[in-house]
C-alpha cells in the first residue's frame, strides 16, 4: 500500500523559512520520480517542484524558482521541499507524489496523504 506522510508545515512570517519532508512507503521509492503539490484554499491543486528517482534533475513552477529546493534521500525514502522567502501567497496544504518520470510535474496516481500545512502570514 503507497503512504505519503507529509510534516514540516506551519506558520511563518514573510521571508522566513521552512522544510517539508515527505515519508514514502509501500513502492520503489529509489526508482520514482517525486513531486510536491500546494492546494490553496478555493483553488485547485498545482504543481511546485520534482525531482527525478536519481541523478537529481528538478524542475519547479516559476513562482518558487529561485526559492524553494527540492531534494531527496533515496536511503530514508524521503523527499524534501526547503522553501525559503516565503510569501503570503505560498500559503497552502502542501502534498508529495509519485511524478511521471519524463515531466516531472504530473501525478502517476491519486493516492495523496493528508498533506502540511504552510502559513504565511505578518
Known amino acids: 500500500e503507497v503512504q505519503l506522510v507529509e510534516s514540516g508545515g506551519g506558520l511563518v512570517q514573510p521571508g522566513e523559512s521552512l522544510r517539508l519532508s515527505c515519508a514514502a512507503s509501500g513502492f520503489t521509492f529509489s526508482s520514482s520520480a517525486m513531486g510536491w503539490f500546494r492546494q490553496a484554499p478555493g483553488k485547485e491543486r498545482e504543481f511546485v517542484a520534482g525531482?527525478?528517482?536519481?541523478?537529481?534533475?528538478?524542475r519547479y513552477v516559476d513562482s518558487v524558482k529561485a526559492r524553494f529546493t527540492i531534494s531527496r534521500d533515496n536511503t530514508e525514502n524521503t523527499v524534501y521541499l526547503q522553501m525559503n522567502s516565503l510569501k503570503p501567497e505560498d500559503t497552502a496544504v502542501y502534498y508529495c507524489n509519485v511524478v511521471s518520470r519524463t515531466s516531472y510535474n504530473t501525478p502517476s496516481n491519486d493516492n495523496w496523504g493528508q498533506g502540511t500545512q504552510v502559513t504565511v502570514s505578518s
Open positions: 525531482i527525478s528517482s536519481r541523478f537529481g534533475v528538478t
